[in-house]
């Protein structure tokens, strides 16, 4: 089971073994000869001085890396030449990725109230540079438009940029994923995927030991005999296995499509019911995005 991202934002993975390292070392006084260097230097620093330099650090992200060896290629590319084992995977994605925690972690501006079209799109830019080299004015006018073109108060601005951001580091790669695991799995691991559903959906209705969690999942109705189940694992009376050996599809329950070229999903809300091909059109806008960025990376080294 995933959370939102899970292979990072789009084209987030790096090449450069040693670009994170530069961007700590400079932040440290680390030498950045080496990643040995490098963690025998922080393994050196006291308490107060990594706090010190966390708080130095102005960048919230650090690519992921390609090293040939644990990454051989990107994600991406392993995912689309089928390299990976085949395994039940189940991923999930919020309606407000980016709402609030992550935003106040990225120390943005007070957006309580609202944002200025100014500081959005300053924003905007500077996160489409973390994935994008080379970015221009017309490409982030261009996300800005289809995110906040229509906005006429600070706090639709404000909404629009959160939605954007969500969009660009979860629900987009997160979908990508998704498509890439339809199909191809044997009888036994369709088994196991659904065993493994039924698990998850009564784990997000009732919560660990009656805590709640990922709100509004943890106000869904559940049953009397859901809720002994939750406490019965909690409490160890029950295995594992003798909950999760029923069907995630059975009498009574909202049914749960499998992913597959439909694109069908269940959205679990206040309501549960099943839908499709989420965020269709924000996907068609990111892929022909990617694209045609490309486009002009390669015009502009031909040049």
């Given at each position: 089971?995933?959370?939102?991202g899970?292979?990072?934002p789009?084209p987030?993975?790096?090449?450069n ?12 006084g680390?030498e950045k000869?080496?990643?040995?260097a490098m963690?025998?230097?922080l393994?050196g ?5 990594l ?10 992200f ?6 040939g ?5 990107s ?7 089928k390299?990976t084992?085949a395994v039940?995977y189940i ?8 709402g609030w925690?992550i ?5 943005y ?5 609202g944002?200025d079209?100014?500081?959005a ?7 489409l ?7 221009t ?8 438009k289809e ?8 706090a639709?601005?404000?909404d629009?940029?959160?939605?954007a951001m969500?969009d ?11 498509r890439h ?13 659904r065993t ?7 784990f997000?209705?009732?919560g660990?030991?009656?805590h709640?969690i ?15 189940e ?6 160890g ?7 999760i ?8 329950l909202?049914h749960?499509?499998?992913?597959d ?6 959205g679990?809300d206040l309501?549960q019911k099943?839908?499709?091909k989420l ?19 390669r ?5």
């Amino acid at each position: 089971m995933a959370g939102p991202g899970p292979a990072g934002p789009l084209p987030a993975w790096a090449t450069n073994k040693l670009g994170g390292t530069a961007k700590i070392a400079a932040v440290s006084g680390c030498e950045k000869s080496s990643s040995a260097a490098m963690v025998e230097c922080l393994r050196g620093k006291t308490e107060e001085e990594l706090v010190q330099i966390t708080l130095k650090m102005d960048f919230f992200f650090i690519s992921a890396c390609v090293d040939g060896v644990f990454f051989p290629k990107s994600p991406r590319e392993l995912l689309s030449e089928k390299s990976t084992n085949a395994v039940p995977y189940i991923i999930g994605v919020n309606n407000c990725e980016f709402g609030w925690v992550i935003p106040m972690m990225m120390k943005y501006p007070p957006f309580l109230d609202g944002l200025d079209k100014d500081v959005a799109r300053h924003i905007l830019q500077s996160n489409l540079a973390l994935f994008t080299k080379g970015i221009t004015s017309e490409v982030v006018d261009r996300v800005y438009k289809e995110y906040m073109g229509d906005a006429e108060s600070p706090a639709q601005v404000r909404d629009g940029l959160l939605d954007a951001m969500g969009d660009l580091y979860f629900v987009i790669s997160s979908v990508e994923v998704a498509r890439h695991h339809r199909g191809g799995a044997t009888k036994e691991e369709n088994q196991l995927s659904r065993t493994v559903m039924r698990y998850w959906t009564n784990f997000a209705k009732n919560g660990y030991k009656n805590h709640i969690i990922w709100a509004p999942l943890g106000f869904l109705k559940c049953s009397e005999s859901e809720q002994s189940e939750s406490n019965g694992l909690a409490n160890g009376e029950l295995t594992f296995p003798s909950v999760i050996s029923r069907n995630p599809n059975g009498e009574g329950l909202v049914h749960w499509p499998q992913y597959d070229l439909e694109e069908k999903y269940l959205g679990i809300d206040l309501e549960q019911k099943a839908a499709e091909k989420l965020k269709q059109h924000r996907m068609e806008f990111w892929a022909q995005f990617v694209q045609q960025n490309q486009t002009r990376r390669r015009k502009h080294t031909d040049l």
